[in-house]
């Protein structure tokens, strides 16, 4: 009884005081899905937590060695009630977690209630979004990420915009260490390995600035491996392209053709 009433305060200052705060928030509709997903964790998780304190406190006063000589405790026998439902109840919680985890991962992209999960889906995705989406390229290497926009002539950038609205398909590729692209309020999360296509999808909601970090130590400036990211208006959007591609001209020129990966001759950077 002690614990159902604790239990259900808890949850109630869990929905009030924490949920507002969830992080990553609702940038994106994968990032939606995660803040609920952390939202629901919480509130299973918090009854769970305050059970272990409860029975803790519990024990602590009702279980004291009575003064006098030691004695041993009665002998505990199975409690097979206890016991089935113990392991059905855990059971049942974490199967139910999973379910939704995998419903999560498998969800198109830019269907109505799904959004992906935002994570790293390797070079073919569980489930791809109908339509056509804005391919960005994301090239990591020590210590530093760029951007490419195989629709847009392959021109490669060093900051990233983003139009609102529109599903974007990141392709994060790596051509030294192995890093990750972690755009924050995106709540995509994708690792950067060299050779490898990695795809994520996010489609952001409201213009607005995300935070960029590298998320996999990748040597002596992992740390600086920082900036700020743009969602733009889309026409806002069209005319930051253009204005790039036109800046960029004469270096696009000069860099490799568009390909899902990129192989450096490290024998030829030691001179
Ligand atoms: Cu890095």
């Not at 959004?115 to 530093?144: C, D, E, K, R, Y």
């Amino acid at each position: 009884m002690i614990w159902i009433v604790l239990a259900i305060v808890a949850d109630v200052l869990v929905v009030f005081l924490v949920d507002p705060h969830m992080p990553p928030g609702r940038f994106t509709k994968a990032a939606s899905n995660q803040t609920e997903i952390n939202n629901l964790l919480a509130l299973i998780m918090t009854p769970i937590g305050v059970g272990v304190l409860t029975f803790l406190v519990y024990a602590l006063v009702c279980f004291r060695q009575p003064p006098g000589p030691l004695q041993d405790g009665p002998p505990i026998r199975g409690h097979r009630r206890l016991q089935t439902g113990w392991v059905g109840l855990t059971t049942a919680i974490v199967l139910v977690l999973a379910i939704l985890g995998t419903a999560e991962l498998i969800e198109t992209p830019n269907s109505r209630a799904g959004a992906g999960a935002g994570g790293g889906q390797g070079p073919t995705p569980i489930s791809s979004p109908a339509g056509n989406p804005l391919q960005v390229q994301v090239i990591a290497q020590q210590w530093q990420f760029t951007y490419r926009f195989p629709q847009y002539g392959g021109v490669e950038t060093f900051s990233l915009a983003l139009p609102v609205g529109r599903t974007v398909e990141f392709h994060v590729t790596s051509i030294d260490v192995i890093h990750s692209f972690w755009a924050y309020q995106l709540g995509v999360k994708a690792d950067a390995v060299p050779g490898a296509d990695n795809i994520a999808f996010a489609t952001p909601r409201k213009p607005g600035l995300f935070e960029i970090r590298c998320a996999e130590l990748c040597g002596l400036w992992h740390g600086y491996m920082y900036s700020r990211g743009h969602v733009l208006p889309a026409a806002g959007w069209r005319r930051w392209i253009a204005r790039v591609q036109k800046a960029n001209a004469p270096a696009t020129h000069y860099l490799p053709k568009y390909a899902k990966a990129y192989y450096p001759a490290p024998t030829q950077r030691g001179g």
